[in-house]
């Protein structure tokens, strides 16, 4: 079974989520770049005592990205590597040729923007050849990739309670279509004067069930007037705008009998 199958997603949004995260871990860059994967990559890096080299490649490229915005920085950031890394005396002084150190030394009288890149490329490709296939077989790149799955999952839910959250409102809507359609037509089969009836039961109903269902009052109003043409003429008290149904229901010589009664 898929993720796929899993989560019942269809193919298209399952690959765009499965793909998440898929290229990082494959390459130096893409840790160095990705700050999940760098944070396992620089555990490993201090487990085995080559950390060093990680920093140097973090420190080089933000010196790179912070001096192309503003070359006034260049001769102090320069300095600051080359005193971190580069000079004897340095705590975490990296593996460079004799050459390579020598051409630094001479470019600080005038840095430019380049005047680490060949130590950059140095020890990058030290890392590739050295330490990341053995960072690809440690600890803390399998945690890397349990957390990459995790993500995956996570996303996985959220696309699919975003999907279930589009259906449900989807249903919603054609309940509410029904529920409106059987409204009009309870109402279209009401006698008009009932409708009309400003204290009708039937009249505070219609309102009370109509309040914010957009259309339903120009239905029923509809409904009204369909009835009335086909009804029979109106009487006096249904002409006033007044209907009392319980009441119409007495018979005259009923209310007669109880008048002489008394």
Do not use: W
Not at 100 to 114: G, S
């Amino acid at each position: 079974m898929t993720f796929c199958d899993l989560f019942a997603l269809d193919a298209a949004s399952y690959n765009q989520v499965a793909a998440f995260g898929s290229d990082v871990g494959e390459t130096v860059e893409s840790v160095i770049a990705d700050e999940t994967a760098l944070k396992h990559f620089e555990e490993f890096a201090k487990l085995t005592h080559v950390s060093e080299s990680v920093h140097f490649l973090q420190e080089a490229t933000e010196f790179v990205r912070t001096c192309s915005e503003d070359p006034n920085k260049i001769a102090p950031m320069a300095k600051n590597l080359y005193n971190r890394y580069i000079c004897d005396e340095a705590e975490n002084q990296i593996n460079l040729p004799g050459d390579v150190h020598q051409d630094i030394v001479a470019d600080l009288q005038n840095p430019e923007l380049d005047i680490y890149n060949t130590a950059y490329d140095e020890i990058i490709n030290l890392v590739r050849r050295d330490i990341f296939p053995r960072f690809k077989k440690s600890a803390q790149y399998r945690a890397l990739l349990h957390e990459q799955d995790s993500e995956r999952i996570k996303k996985l839910l959220e696309r699919k309670r975003n999907e279930s959250g589009k259906r449900a409102t989807k249903r919603r809507g054609s309940h509410a279509r029904i529920e409106n359609t059987m409204i009009a037509d309870t109402f279209a089969n009401v006698p008009a004067p009932l409708l009309r009836g400003a204290s009708s039961g039937f009249s505070r109903t219609s309102r009370r069930l109509t309040t914010g269902v957009p259309g339903m009052q120009t239905t029923i109003a509809g409904a009204a007037a369909t009835s009335s043409a086909s009804s029979v003429p109106e009487n006096k008290a249904a002409a006033t705008g007044v209907c009392n149904p319980i009441a119409d229901a007495i018979p005259k010589s009923a209310v007669g009998s109880k008048l002489e009664g008394t």
